[in-house]
């Protein structure tokens, strides 16, 4: 029970951690841009706002996706899941977020890849490596495996009726 609390734990400190991330990343787009607004009415236009506005977009939307995975935000079709009884509940959405962490695993495993590969490609503008840019696949993939992980512990534990201890 104290691994299934740790991990528990560790998946709601990291979506907070996630919520405060993705708070300072929108903050900075709209610096940004704000600036850039200015830059281009009084000065010369910024040559690397577009460019940066557009990675953290890509950033926050990836880790922004584990926070909506782990309070059960996304799309879904549940009428079957609601006219199932409670234990046959639990057991579909422990088949549901098992087949979600491997196809979230699976893509961790190859957005390593792809970040592998870039090598020495840089960014246009910032002449960022995309490395970094890239690296966003498998850390936001990778924190939605773990919340599929905490879901499945906290969907066995209901389904073995320890989820109140």
């Known amino acids: 029970m104290m691994i299934v609390h740790g991990i528990h734990k560790l998946s709601d400190i990291l979506d907070k951690l996630m919520e405060v991330v993705i708070v300072f990343m929108l903050g900075a787009m709209v610096v ?4 850039q607004i200015v830059f281009r009415i009084f000065f010369t236009s ?3 706002s577009e ?8 950033w926050s939307t990836l880790l922004g996706a584990g926070c909506v995975y782990k309070h059960a935000g996304h799309i879904s079709i549940s009428i079957l899941q609601d006219a199932l009884p409670a234990k046959a509940k639990d057991l579909l959405q422990i ?3 098992g087949l979600c962490c491997i196809l979230f ?3 961790v495993w190859y957005g390593i890849q792809y970040f592998g590969r870039q ?19 498998p850390i936001g993939c990778g924190i939605m495996a773990f919340h599929a992980l905490d879901a499945i512990v906290c969907s066995l ?3 073995l009726g320890k989820g109140e201890e």
């Open 51 to 58: 460019e940066a506005t557009r990675y953290l977009l890509i």
């Open 32 to 35: 940004i841009t704000g600036a």
């Open 157 to 159: 534990m209901d389904l």
């Open 46 to 48: 910024l040559a690397w």
């Open 105 to 107: 695993v699976l893509i």
């Open 95 to 97: 088949v549901i977020h």
């Open 119 to 137: 090598g020495k490609q840089l960014s246009p503008a910032m002449r960022l490596p995309m490395r970094y840019v890239y690296t966003c696949i």
